[in-house]
């Protein structure tokens, strides 16, 4: 796949954490303009004024990212479901009131959230970690099929074990019972490369991918197929 994303304009979200530094880098490979935030999206008014700031785009990638509590379910304290849902799921439908009536208008646009496996797959001591992932995937899934119509696409990727220093720095990385439970847990037997998993989402912003509708595709070497 080569220049797939000439002449796009693309919002990527929490540039610095997650997945962030590949997209930008792979997305302007592909030949997008890339317009890089690394503002907290936590506080109501952020979205919005990240997307204003932004100027005219044709793709907003959703990159949200905060490290997972390992809370046991019954011990969850309100504050911590709150703070989770804060950081990942409530920023979802201010970006999309903020850059979809732009794409609507035009009839043409895109917006890809990077999500988790989590969703798909039960984890221990991670109940508010994985409820908030799963409300993203099920508010994609419900905007996807209703911004279809007006050829404006809206889909996820889900993904775990996929190598980026938000959730897999170096340090876990180079520890022995990680590297155990990757030969363990994961069929691929290997962190899925953050370029991969970047690739993927270039393509699901390009123009090829036009076809696909609420859709979430995991990405997990494995991990969340049972």
């Given amino acids: ?4 994303l000439v002449g796009k304009r693309v919002l990527i979200t929490q540039c610095t954490e ?6 930008c880098e792979v ?5 997008a303009t890339v317009v890089a935030s690394a503002e907290s999206l936590s506080e109501p008014e952020a979205a919005a004024r990240v997307v204003q700031q932004a100027g005219a785009i044709d793709v907003l990638v959703a990159n949200l990212a905060h490290l997972a509590p390992s809370t046991p379910a019954t011990e969850v304290g309100e504050d911590e479901w709150r703070q989770v849902f804060a950081a990942l799921v409530d920023p979802l439908p201010r970006l999309v009131a903020a850059a979809a009536p732009a794409m609507l208008a035009r009839g043409s646009g895109k917006v890809l959230v990077i999500g988790s496996a989590a969703a798909l797959r039960g984890m221990k001591r991670a109940s508010t970690y994985s409820a908030a992932r799963g409300a993203q995937l099920a508010y994609v ?9 007006r050829q404006v696409q809206v889909n996820a990727i889900a993904q775990n074990f996929v190598d980026n220093p938000t959730y897999f720095p170096a340090e876990v ?3 022995p019972r990680f590297q155990e439970r990757l030969a363990r847990e994961v069929p691929l037997g ?17 123009d090829a991918a036009d076809c696909f509708v609420g859709q979430v595709f995991p990405v997990s070497g494995g991990w969340a197929v049972r």
């Fill in 1 to 4: 796949m080569q220049n797939a």
């Fill in 18 to 23: 997650f997945m962030g530094p590949v997209l």
């Fill in 27 to 31: 997305f302007a490979e592909q030949g």
């Fill in 141 to 149: 899934q419900a905007v996807g099929v209703e911004l279809a119509p």
């Fill in 173 to 175: 990385q180079a520890n």
């Fill in 190 to 206: 290997r962190l899925v490369a953050a370029r991969e998993d970047a690739l993927l989402a270039a393509y699901l912003c390009s």
